[in-house]
């Protein structure tokens, strides 16, 4: 199993002939063991840096199935680590599209918000002044965004499984709620992440007196 890793350094300032220059710092390594991941960050740590973890996990496996979060949320539960799912949508059509999609996430009971992009130029049918003529699809989209999100993933299936029906661009971002700069955290973390996944350790610098 391999892994990838970026490491965001903080900025630095240099100041050469009266010019303040910031230097930023990423370091990108692959092929990573399990165990190598979690010794690069306990070694940050070593160094007095407060790490902010981020996992970006393949989009899809080796045997060229999609990732399935499901799973992902499933060791968190076993290992009781509690997170939050939230379910991201990229999708824009005409009215007609967009109100089908609006529903399925109305009967899920979840909020969602629209925005309109209205094309007015000489050809346009769209007079901004009178709203019963943003609907042609030549000239008027749409874009659906859902207010969904919980920290039981299966509360987002439904939606999920139903828009996918319907060939949207779905998927669900699920972040763990643990201790930050922990050892045992980042690593029961971890270990429900599958092959392939990238791991960035952006740092900062720790506050050694706590204050």
Known sequence: MTFQSK???PKEEEV?????????????????????????????LTKDFSVNVAFQPPMLESEGEEVDVFEIAKQFELAGIPYKATLKLKVSGDYEYISKLAKLVEQQGFDYG?????????NSTI???????WFDPDFAK????????SQDINDLKTLYDELKKEHCKV???????????????????FTAYPDGTLVTFKLSDADVYGE
């Open 7 to 9: 490491i965001i350094h």
């Open 16 to 44: 050469k002939e009266n010019k303040l220059t910031e230097l930023m710092l990423n370091e990108f390594i692959e092929e990573l063991s399990r165990e190598e991941i979690i010794a690069q960050y306990e070694g940050l």
């Open 114 to 122: 629209v925005t309109a992009s209205l094309i007015i130029n000489e």
């Open 127 to 133: 007079d901004f002044e009178k709203e019963s003529s």
């Open 142 to 149: 749409y874009k659906l965004t859902p207010k969904a999100s």
């Open 171 to 189: 998927s669900i971002d699920i972040k763990a709620k643990v201790k930050k700069d922990d050892d045992e955290s980042f690593v029961n973390q």
